[in-house]
């Protein structure tokens, strides 16, 4: 089982970046995928969830309507797309499966930086 996260990089404040997580080694067509985020020195954080029906949630109000969180099925892969960056979204971020939506027993990506930086 591997989820791939991609589409990092360095990217100026109000610019934009799309993540991709591709999951690969089982079905995950019923799994909930997430993407968390670690900013340096603060411990990781939810940042946005959407369930293999498509229910979304978004787990901070300073992503909300900048971020959008998407799923191909057909695919197993998700999608992040971050418009207006803010210093303050630099961090790296992961991305995660999980069958229960409690992220107990979840399997996680690697991790993609993403630095938004003048």
């Known amino acids: 089982v591997q989820l791939q996260a991609s589409g990092g990089g360095l990217v100026q404040p109000g610019g934009s970046l799309r993540l991709s997580c591709a999951a690969s080694?089982?079905?995950?067509?019923?799994?909930?995928f997430g993407w968390f985020r670690q900013a340096p020195g603060k411990e990781r954080e939810f940042v946005a969830s959407?369930?293999?029906?498509?229910?979304?949630?978004y787990g901070t109000d300073s992503v909300k309507g900048r971020f959008t969180i998407s799923r191909d099925n057909a695919k197993s892969t998700m999608y992040l797309q971050m418009n207006n960056l803010k210093s303050e979204d630099t961090a790296v971020y992961y991305c995660?499966?999980?069958?229960?939506?409690?992220?107990?027993?979840?399997?996680w990506g690697q991790g993609t930086l993403v630095t938004v930086s003048s």
């Open positions: 995660a499966a999980d069958y229960y939506n409690d992220w107990k027993n979840a399997y």
């Open positions: 080694g089982r079905t995950f067509s019923r799994y909930t």
């Open positions: 959407i369930t293999w029906s498509g229910g979304i949630s």
